[in-house]
């Protein structure tokens, strides 16, 4: 799934560029936007997030536009793994590499749970 | 080098447990700490991050005092490591764990920079 | 100017609505549309905010699709006013409603100035 | 009730002065403050914000140590107003003023209340 990065003004610090942090945000962004328009999902996401990482490749300017692409890298039974790659769109240049790995999380029961069949048959596809 | 998080209410999502984004606003905190009042730093950064990582441990609610252990984990040319620990104080669980590598930057000529002798004998005391 | 609001997981809190201070981000977001757009602006801003008023009218609960309408209603020799309302799209109900004031400002001689006749004659389309 | 301001590197924008709507994070600060310690409520408010304004008097540039003054200068059946004053501690210099008008509120009757008189008692001494 690719889809554009709608950027803040805050989201970039004193130096111009986008802040550390705010790259788990774009990460989220596209999570939210896999999961309520290709997956049928509730806003209040139903999984945790267990590990993030990224890989700032070159810097993001103010100004620069941003588009993000999301792909399904992995599935198990309770979690999978979403990766992504952020790229400037006026020259194709990456600016940043990531992953994150989900749990299927039931938070009534604070249980973890295994992912459903619906949603695992989706997730290859985006 | 240990301290408390100053957390803030916005950093706590809907389910009321902090935003994964935010823990690496929290290592940032840490990083400002140590950077202005341990190696007499500018709160302008002249480094970069290269990369990322949290490992998400256990939920950590709203109300819940946190404190932040950071600590030099290695030290390159030009790039260092620092590792993260955050626990909830009131019962010493560990919250979350992670890491960054930093590389001395010069903002004005934009290229990597050897990190300062002064500052090298400094970082393993973190 | 009209536009949607590009809203975030990160916005809403432990509620699950939105927080009070991401209303002047949202505001801040038209600003960046309308100053980059329409005016043929710099994304780095060159003007400040001297005043900013949010009055919450009724609940934005997360998913819930936003819009912000932004009007220039006021217009000085160095300064303007944006006035904003903010509407959930889905039934049309009001959200919010806001003004800020806006100050010509050249960073770098840390002066304020008139506004340019060009920008001038364009503020009062938007 | 006075307290410093926890900043973060992520509150100043590509001026590397406060982002406008970080004021309003900074006040909630003032109210988690006043009502967790003070006021022995939950981290979880049980009250909505119905307006909010700041006047942005002087620039707060990063590394400027801030303090944060909140003052009730208001109480009504069901309302309560908080002013603040933010100053930077090393020349006294006054950054921002503002005010928020706050509404308790039941979230589970989804209905406005009448503030407790515990609370009462309380609020205008801070």
Chains 1, 2, 3, 4 share one sequence.
Do not use: C
Request: net charge negative.
């Amino acid at each position: 799934m690719r889809m554009p990065v709608a950027t803040r003004y805050g989201d970039y610090d004193t130096k111009a560029h986008a802040n550390n942090a705010v790259y788990l945000t774009w990460f989220e962004m596209a999570r939210a936007e896999a999961w309520v328009k290709h997956l049928d999902g509730s806003p209040d996401f139903p999984f945790i997030v267990a590990e993030a990482t990224v890989k700032y490749v070159s810097e993001a300017m103010i100004g620069q536009p941003l588009e993000i692409e999301m792909t399904t890298t992995e599935v198990r039974t309770k979690a999978w793994v979403w990766s992504y790659v952020i790229k400037d769109t006026s020259d194709g240049r990456v600016v940043a590499e990531g992953r994150t790995v989900q749990v299927m999380y039931d938070y009534d029961k604070h249980a973890t749970v295994t992912i459903p069949d619906a949603m695992r048959a989706k997730l290859p596809s985006l």
